[in-house]
């Protein structure tokens, strides 16, 4: 069974340039999440998906943060404009069920470098 | 707000040592409680789990048991090899919140 894939996994940009991630998740896992992990951290939500309808935005930055999940099958996280802050490993997971009955599957990750 | 801490790293053993990561957790309601793995170059993966209180997870060795009453999670195995380096998180999830709550992780080190 193929696993979360991510892409790219290396990206180096100037702050307030722009930047997008890309995720493809395990065939039929209906919720999909992105993690921010900066490093020395845990990983912190972002965003949540039930198919393609969002569940949980709580703590995306919308003023330069955006994602979607077209079809309710892969993707996408966007930054911009980009501040020195957002260097971290942006983390894609997805289940068939919520994680409080199931087990997330992550990606390998999207290191972002911001100078 | 619901949360988890864990004991600071890095940790640094001799292999075949006994290992203990402490976990503690805060929550409103009834947490589900995970112990996650990050080998190096690799994603983050499911250790164990455990779904309710006295419950004990265990896998590859590990175990942790659900403590209600000391809201703890603690993550132990009795003799620790150099394939168990890695970066260790607790989490929790709550039900109807269906969301990973990640403790800021530990790093373990385990010398030949």
């Known amino acids: 069974e193929a696993g979360v894939a991510q892409s790219p996994r290396y990206k180096i940009i100037e702050k307030r340039q722009s930047v997008a991630f890309w995720c493809n998740p395990i065939s039929g896992h209906a919720t999909l999440y992105w993690y921010q992990q900066i490093l020395g951290q845990g990983p912190k939500l972002l965003i949540q998906?039930?198919?393609?309808?969002?569940?949980?935005d709580s703590q995306l930055p919308k003023d330069r943060f955006s994602a979607e999940r077209l079809k309710g099958v892969d993707s996408t996280l966007k930054i911009q404009p980009a501040k020195l802050e957002d260097s971290a490993v942006y983390l894609c997971?997805?289940?068939?069920?919520?994680?409080?009955?199931?087990?997330?599957?992550f990606g390998e990750g999207s290191r972002l470098t911001v100078l | 707000g619901d949360s988890v801490t864990q004991m600071e790293g890095p940790v640094t053993l001799s292999e075949e040592a006994f290992l203990t990561i402490n976990c503690t957790y805060t929550?409103?309601?009834?947490?589900?409680l995970f112990w996650y793995v990050q080998y190096p170059g690799e994603g983050l993966q499911l250790l164990l789990k455990?779904?309710?209180?006295?419950d004990k997870g265990s896998n590859k060795g590990f175990e942790a048991t659900y403590r209600k009453e000391t809201t703890s999670f603690h993550l132990e195995k009795g003799s620790v090899q150099v394939s168990d380096s890695a970066v260790y998180f607790c989490a929790l999830s709550l039900q109807g919140a269906q969301k990973l709550v990640f403790g800021q992780g530990t790093r373990l080190t385990i010398n030949p």
């Open positions: 929550a409103t309601g009834y947490p589900s």
């Open positions: 998906f039930q198919n393609n309808g969002v569940v949980d």
């Open positions: 997971a997805s289940n068939l069920r919520g994680p409080h009955t199931g087990e997330l599957f």
């Open positions: 455990a779904t309710k209180a006295d």
